[in-house]
T-cell receptor
Framework: NAGVTQTPKFRVLKTGQSMTLLCAQDMNHEYMYWYRQDPGMGLRLIHYSVGEGTTAKGEVPDGYNVSRLKKQNFLLGLESAAPSQTSVYFC????????????FGPGTRLLVL | SQKIEQNSEALNIQEGKTATLTCNYTNYSPAYLQWYRQDPGRGPVFLLLIRENEKEKRKERLKVTFDTTLKQSLFHITASQPADSATYLCALRNSGNTPLVFGKGTRLSVIA
């Protein structure tokens, strides 16, 4: 099992460009999450999904959109990147809300110039 | 306002000693609390979960305590080794249908 994988590992964008980060999990988990991690700020939840076709906003959703068209995939989109979105992005998944051990991907480092 | 605080940004400890990391919370009623380990350039890895009705949990050299009166969890690593050097994150799940909330982490360095 690969667990949780993220694509790409690293990306540089110019302000105003768009991109999509892909997260895939092979554990048949219902719940998936996108976090960003910044120095001194810890892990902050951007969006999450409690099942295929559903999404919900987390703590810092502005400037991001997400989609969960297939159970195993969770996409994070930046429509018009800003330097404030420079961060490390982590995807995670969990089996259920009650048994919420989260399994994290390796992260995507994004630099917006 | 709600806060979850790990009150040491960094902790240095001698090999063989017990490392103790603290997680305090304010204005939460946690259903459970978790601890994760994060190595540089990698995603967090789950270590232990302790529920509101549990006082202590152990796993090998790791021990977690949970005091709902003090609103605090302590994370202990006994007989610490240089390989234990990492950032440790606490996270809590508030009662009700809300997502996990993470602390900012404590960077532990175990010196040989």
């Amino acid at each position: 099992n690969a667990g949780v994988t993220q694509t790409p590992k690293f990306r540089v964008l110019k302000t105003g460009q768009s991109m999509t980060l892909l997260c895939a999990q092979d554990m048949n988990h219902e719940y998936m999450y996108w976090y960003r991690q910044d120095p001194g700020m810890g892990l902050r939840l951007i969006h999450y999904s409690v099942g295929e076709g559903t999404t919900a906003k987390g703590e810092v959703p502005d400037g991001y959109n997400v989609s969960r068209l297939k159970k195993q995939n969770f996409l994070l989109g930046l429509e018009s990147a800003a330097p404030s979105q420079t961060s490390v992005y982590f995807c995670a998944s969990s089996y259920s809300w009650a048994q919420e051990t989260q399994y994290f991907g390796p992260g995507t480092r994004l630099l917006v110039l | 306002s709600q806060k979850i605080e790990q009150n040491s940004e960094a902790l240095n400890i001698q090999e063989g000693k017990t490392a103790t990391l603290t997680c305090n919370y304010t204005n939460y009623s946690p259903a459970y609390l978790q601890w994760y380990r994060q190595d540089p350039g990698r995603g967090p890895v789950f270590l232990l979960l302790i529920r509101e009705n549990e006082k202590e949990k152990r796993k090998e050299r790791l021990k977690v305590t949970f005091d709902t009166t003090l609103k605090q969890s302590l994370f202990h690593i006994t007989a610490s080794q240089p390989a234990d050097s990492a950032t440790y994150l606490c996270a809590l799940r508030n009662s009700g249908n809300t997502p996990l909330v993470f602390g900012k982490g404590t960077r532990l360095s175990v010196i040989a």
